[in-house]
Every structure is written in C-alpha cells, then in structure tokens.
C-alpha cells in the first residue's frame, strides 16, 4: 500500500508566517510558482510507480501547485472539497507563533471547523479515494497532513511547502519520508 502526498507552494501568508487555513483562499507568491514548477520538473524521477490518480484539494493554492505537476505525470486532477484546509474561523490570517500551541496541540478555533470535525472530514474523504493497489498523490495542506499523520498513526513532522512525501504501508503500520 503506498501513496503520495505533497503540500502546495508558498503563497504569501505562508512568507508571512499567516494562518491561512480555508477561509482564506490564498493564490501561490513568486517562489510558490517556482516551488511548483521545480517539483513539477522532478516528481516524475522522484516517483519510482505509475500514479493512478492525482487527488487535488479545491483551493486555489492546490490547484495552482497541480498545475505543475500535470504536465509530468500527465494525469487529470480530481478535485476533492473534502482535503481542503481547516477552516480556521478566528485564527485565521492571525501569526502562526501566536497560535501554534492551539494548533498543534488541542485547540478549537471559535468560528471555525472543530478538530474532531475536520479530522473526520480528512479521514473520510482519504477512505474514499484509497487504493490498496494502485499509487495515487495528494496535494493538499499543511494541517491535512497534520491530520493524516494523526489518524495514519505517523510519528509528526513538519512538512514545507512543495515538500513530497511518500506513505508507505508495511506490516499494517504506515510510514512516511521525505524524497
């Protein structure tokens, strides 16, 4: 069982250090763009299996990011509302340092989506487009993965803009490394 995740390229609430989760429908800055192109001209190397599917959240940001990655891997992207990012409500556009303690940790954002709320949305539309057989790629947010880590049972780690990531299933335990 394996898959592919990446999260898309900066835009500028990300060089701002910005919450930007799906109440702000951010476009990809400058090295966004160039963050997206790079990967594009790589991930067909970088990916060792024949993808299937080419799963892209609804968000400008993702879509932009896909954009880039079409054109080597030569798959349609299939937009998908539910790996859109966490509604935020309150913290959205706030500073990261601010509120990452709440966002890392157990924290519900007033006016926004709740945890449990976006968890399941993630976990169920990933039980949706799954394929025990066949390698598909994801491209999707910052906190998706902070969630998909969680429910995948993967050890955290941060993941960066344009950063690929590939999941792997072995002995019904998933792991994860960057390429």
Not at 71 to 84: M, N, T, V
Not at 90 to 107: I, K, N, P, S, V
């Amino acid at each position: 069982m394996l898959f592919y995740f990446v999260r898309h390229g900066e835009t500028n609430a990300n060089s701002q250090q910005l919450l930007a989760g799906s109440g702000l429908d951010h476009e990809l800055n400058e090295v966004g763009h160039d963050q997206a192109r790079a990967l594009g001209l790589r991930i067909a190397s970088a990916i060792e299996h024949k993808l299937h599917r080419l799963i892209v959240s609804n968000m400008i940001r993702t879509q932009q990011t896909a954009n880039y990655i079409v054109e080597s891997i030569q798959l349609k992207p299939e937009l998908h509302a539910g790996f859109r990012e966490w509604n935020l409500g309150e913290w959205e556009g706030q500073r990261f340092e601010d509120y990452a303690h709440l966002l890392l940790g157990d924290g519900e954002p007033r006016e926004g989506e709740s945890r449990k709320d976006f968890y399941s949305r993630i976990e169920n539309s990933w039980n949706e487009i799954h394929s025990n057989d066949q390698p598909y790629l994801i491209v999707s947010h910052g906190a998706v993965w902070l969630a998909m880590q969680d429910f995948l049972k993967i050890p955290r780690f941060r993941i960066d803009n344009c950063e690929l990531i590939r999941l792997e299933n072995t002995s019904g335990a998933w792991k994860a490394s960057k390429i």
